[in-house]
């Protein structure tokens, strides 16, 4: 298998392989590991005093925007929690909010848009995004996090579906109703608009990866609402368009894809074309790994709510998941989904630890 990707003339490449002996990486690629990698989804955030403390009021995207910040808030998790990688303080909604879509991140809400994607005169409004020119603050910070962390840093971006339901329906939604809507009222014109997120992501991505990101996690956190079919139809090849493209530009690169509420729908993800397969609270690990088929990794699942009460449920419900994850290589131990604002730190703390010193899937000596 290959590893690093070749540094090609005029491109601040990472070192090669700088991580490849780092457990997180090698259970991407369902080697052996000498313990159990473990990091939260959203483990940056509110449920850290030390972030509420640098991040100050104002709107995330005024925080984003800048390099020595993100540094800070990305490694805050890393050196309070021990996790095994650092995931890139930023947002799903940059790229669209930085080529001047009209996305603003609302506090407590999330992303808003004044004016929603209707048609395909508002196509016009989505063009290329140009990373070095919309986000040369994003390229900043992951260089300067690459050459500064111990542990690999993820790089992100959002699913075309889910970065797709904010546009059209505005902001946040529950159904999703106006985002079916259009895609089976005018598929041509759903096709179009998924089309040119897909290039953004991408973009996005690689502009991350050049910058020394060391593996990739696509986040289409809504996309478990739709229909294996119409999963199918209207997500999966843009979805595994980027990954062939990640592929063929940074070979080796480990990649995740992960969604919320996608049990019915993990076969057709598994053959997206990524390293791992993040799962969601709702099915248990062994049963996803035979729902996905051998040959790629899982990221998960302990529910996130399980972290709010006692320590005892915590620690039952990590060993559970430790139990459920086998010993075969091939598990990123995570929550089910994003670490609520009102955990308890020192909750988190204590998974990680347990983790480590029980997780088995891919430790010891033989296969
Ligand atoms: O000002 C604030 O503190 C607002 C809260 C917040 C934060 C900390 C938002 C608004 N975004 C972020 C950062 C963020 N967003 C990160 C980096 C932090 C980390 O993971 O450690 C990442 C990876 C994201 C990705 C993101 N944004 C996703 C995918 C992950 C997931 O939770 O499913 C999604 C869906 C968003 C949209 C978004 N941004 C913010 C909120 C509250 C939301 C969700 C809104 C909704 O429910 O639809």
């Known amino acids: 298998m290959s590893t690093a990707a070749p540094a090609s003339p005029g491109q601040s490449a990472p070192v090669p392989g700088r991580f490849d002996d780092a457990p997180f990486i090698q259970a991407c690629r369902s080697q052996r590991v000498a313990h159990v990698p473990v990091w939260f989804m959203r483990q940056a955030g509110r449920s850290l005093p030390e972030y509420r403390a640098a991040r100050g009021p104002g709107s995330i995207l005024d925080a984003i925007a800048q390099p020595e910040l993100v540094a800070e ?25 930085a080529i001047g879509f009209g996305v603003d991140v609302a506090p407590g809400t999330g992303p808003v848009v004044s004016e929603p994607f209707r048609s395909a005169a508002d196509l016009q409004r989505l063009r290329p995004l140009e990373p070095t020119l919309d986000t040369p603050y994003v390229i900043e910070a992951v260089q300067h996090l690459a050459g500064s962390l111990d542990v690999p840093l993820i790089g992100f971006a959002g699913g075309p ?36 997120l897909t290039d953004m992501a991408l973009a996005s991505l690689r502009s991350q990866l050049d910058a020394g990101a060391s593996a990739i996690q696509l986040f289409d956190s809504w996309a478990g609402i739709l229909t294996p079919r119409h999963y199918e139809e209207f997500v999966l090849p843009s979805t595994s368009r980027i990954f062939a493209e990640i592929e ?11 969604g919320v509420g996608t049990g019915e729908l993990l076969p057709l993800m ?11 609270w709702r099915v248990p690990l062994d049963q996803a790994r035979t729902r996905i088929g051998a040959g790629q990794a899982v990221q998960g699942n302990l529910d996130p709510a399980l972290c709010l009460g006692t320590w005892d449920v915590a620690a039952a419900e990590t060993r559970e998941v430790l139990e459920r994850a086998g010993n075969a ?19 988190l703390e204590q998974v990680v630890a347990l983790v480590h010193a029980e997780g088995r899937a891919g430790v010891g000596a033989s296969a």
């Open 73 to 97: 808030l990305t490694r805050q998790p890393v050196d309070r929690y021990g996790t095994d990688a650092a995931i890139f303080f930023s947002d799903i909604v940059v790229p669209a909010a």
């Open 161 to 196: 579906f889910t970065v797709a339901s904010y546009l059209i329906e505005g902001g946040p939604s529950k159904n999703f109703t106006r985002v079916k809507a259009l895609m089976h009222a005018d598929p041509n014109l759903w096709h179009e608009l998924v089309e040119r």
């Open 248 to 258: 063929s530009s940074h070979p080796g690169t480990p990649t995740i894809i992960f």
């Open 270 to 280: 598994a053959t997206a074309g990524t390293s791992v397969v993040g799962i969601d």
């Open 329 to 347: 290589p091939g598990h990123i131990f995570n929550l089910g989904h994003g670490v609520l604002p009102e955990t308890d730190p020192g909750i």
